[in-house]
């Protein structure tokens, strides 16, 4: 017997995907260690994102929105509700036509979601009491829901699609923002290093730096994302059928993974996985995973923009089609790198380089670090994490307290410089822990 998958109405994917499936494009992951050896597969692309969203409340999001799925007479309203009535929060008045049984179960997820909520507030107070923070004692009212009420309102269901949406936007924009820093730390490491070397290593580190960067730029030219050559591409490597047949119904249908008449945001990404080979290889040390990450995220808001006419957060088989048939489509006009752009313009890496002196001396006046002849920066030092700024404690949350306590605690206790017994051996490497690319540094042993 041959099985059919199950088709809803693409208006109730957009509800999904109002409070779920956005924020595929919005996810904030840190950046990738390129050098660990367990690194996935990077062609995979993750199915169950929401659990890894970010979002303090994503379980309960999860679930309220599992709940509304398995009702059939909300999943007819939404089916005629328009985009903009689902984005903006307004289908929520349509919560009426769920049946008893699914509004008793988002009442008892409310009450639970109440409870976690009380409990954090509990923990936050004992934690700024034993630290000796000041603290009101009052709940911080969350958005994600309407506390006024014990019970799951259409309220509830608009503050919890607005509150998402707003805060997939804030993940966004720090993906993005964690990214230059990232790549702005790589670069304040490998001055940090070519500093502490005398004339003769410092032109050899900085010949084998180029060299490296010179490596990564030798590959081919990518194709335009969603380009027909990058889809034929897809056409006969990845599916195995002759580029002379392309037809779009077919490669549409191919890859609608799901069977669900739509395009998600996972199942385009998962068309680059060919294109992103040709510059990123997570065996070779100059190619790095966390920048083919970026690419791949850059790639798919292109395609959405030239493919999602009315940015449902979707792509239909009727707007692949329109896409084409333009002439674009069959313009290959190749893909810019994110090595062949600036990542940040060289006043942000003036101001982060300056923010990461003080950051580091803070730590040193606070003798947490050991100090440094001559004022100069300890290159294994600078290659770690950047510490946080210290606030005063009175301007301290105490999840922030809390925080660094813990930050502090595991950080190596560090004996002065003075107090030490200074011993000659020679030189070896000593690998930097970070979550940025390691590097090895020279420093003496002690």
Known sequence: MELVPFKMGKSFYLFKFAVVVVLIGSIVCPPVDKTNPELKDPNDV??????????????????????????????????????????????????????????????????????????????????????????????????????????????????????????????????????????????????????????????????????????????????????????????????????????PKTFFALHDLDGNGVWDADEVKALFGKELDKVYDPNAPEDDMAERYEEMERMREHVFNETDI???????????????????????????????????????????????????????????????PAGMIPPHLAAMNPPPVVPQLNQMTPEEAAKLQQQYAAQPQFVPQQQQPQQQHPQQPVVVPNVTPKIAIEQPKH
């Open 46 to 247: 993750p199915k169950n994102e929401i659990e890894d969203s970010g979002i303090e409340y994503n379980r309960y999001l999860q679930e309220v929105v599992q709940l509304l799925e398995s009702d059939d007479s909300f999943r007819q309203k939404l089916e005629k509700s328009a985009p903009e009535d689902i984005r903006n929060g307004k289908v929520a008045k349509e919560l009426e036509y769920v049946n008893h049984h699914v509004r008793n179960k988002l009442d008892e997820l409310k009450r639970q979601e109440m409870e976690r909520l009380r409990h954090l507030a509990v923990e936050e107070y004992e934690q700024a009491k034993g630290l000796g923070i000041p603290h009101d004692g009052r709940l911080k009212i969350p958005g994600h829901l309407d506390h006024k009420s014990p019970s799951f309102e259409p309220e509830d269901l608009r503050k919890l699609i607005v509150q998402t949406t707003k805060d997939l936007e804030e993940l966004d924009k720090k993906r993005k923002d964690e990214f230059k820093e990232y790549e702005m730390q790589k670069e304040f490491e490998h001055q940090i290093k070519v500093k502490s070397l005398d004339e003769e290593n410092r032109k050899k580190e900085e010949a084998a730096w180029q060299e490296a960067q010179k490596k990564h730029k030798e590959h081919p030219q990518m194709h335009h994302p969603g380009s027909k050559q990058q889809l034929e591409e897809v056409w006969e490597e990845q599916d195995h059928l002759s580029p002379d047949n392309f037809n």
């Open 310 to 372: 009315n940015r449902d957060f979707l792509i239909s088989f009727p707007e692949f089609l329109e896409q084409t048939r333009k002439q674009e489509f069959e313009r290959d006009q190749g893909w810019n790198t994110l090595d062949e752009q600036p990542i940040y313009s060289e006043q942000e890496y003036n101001e982060f380089e300056h923010r990461r002196q003080i950051e580091i001396q803070q730590l040193i006046d606070q003798g947490l670090l050991p100090p440094h």
